[in-house]
């Protein structure tokens, strides 16, 4: 006699499936001096600096300077870049997603790559480091568009 299936197990189980997908497009920890850049390849040692990319795949791609996350977005079309996040500066090793995060650009603080992008975790805090660290607020989409470090993260 053929089993009978309750209506229901087959919805439960494709949320599960849902749900078990969703886990996974978070970042994850950049193990130092371990890990390597998605774009340059260089080893990451400074926590203070990069961002990670996970892509729709799920897939992370781990960055050692926003830099290199920066001229990788450039050149990948935007629907197989995923979710980016750049690392806060006040918090070294924690990620803000970069639509939401404060960032300064042109600072006097000199990461991995020799450039000057630093991430903090709201405009408002990247504002208030501005008149110590030096540089401009601005967004990811400006960085983006800014066709002036269009060279910046390569080796």
Not at 99 to 110: C, H, R, V, Y
Not at 126 to 138: D, F, H, I, K, N
Request: hydrophobic share 40%.
């Amino acid at each position: 006699m053929p089993r009978l299936v309750p209506p229901c197990r087959p919805v439960l189980l494709a949320l599960a499936l849902f749900a078990a997908a969703c886990r996974g497009r978070e970042p994850e920890p950049i193990v130092l001096n371990e890990d390597q850049c998605g774009y340059c390849r260089m080893t990451i040692a400074d926590s203070r600096f990069g961002g990670e990319a996970v892509l729709p795949t799920g897939r992370v791609l781990k960055f050692d300077a926003p830099e290199c996350m920066l001229s990788w977005a450039r050149a990948t079309p935007v629907e197989q870049q995923g979710d980016l996040y750049i690392i806060d500066l006040q918090h070294p090793g924690s990620f803000v997603p970069v639509k939401t995060a404060g960032i300064l650009e042109g600072t006097s603080m000199q990461g991995p790559m020799g450039g000057s992008i630093v991430g903090f975790a709201s405009p408002t805090r990247a504002e208030e480091q501005r008149t110590m660290l030096g540089g401009r607020v601005v967004t990811w989409a400006q960085l983006l568009a800014d066709t002036a470090n269009a060279g910046m993260g390569h080796h």
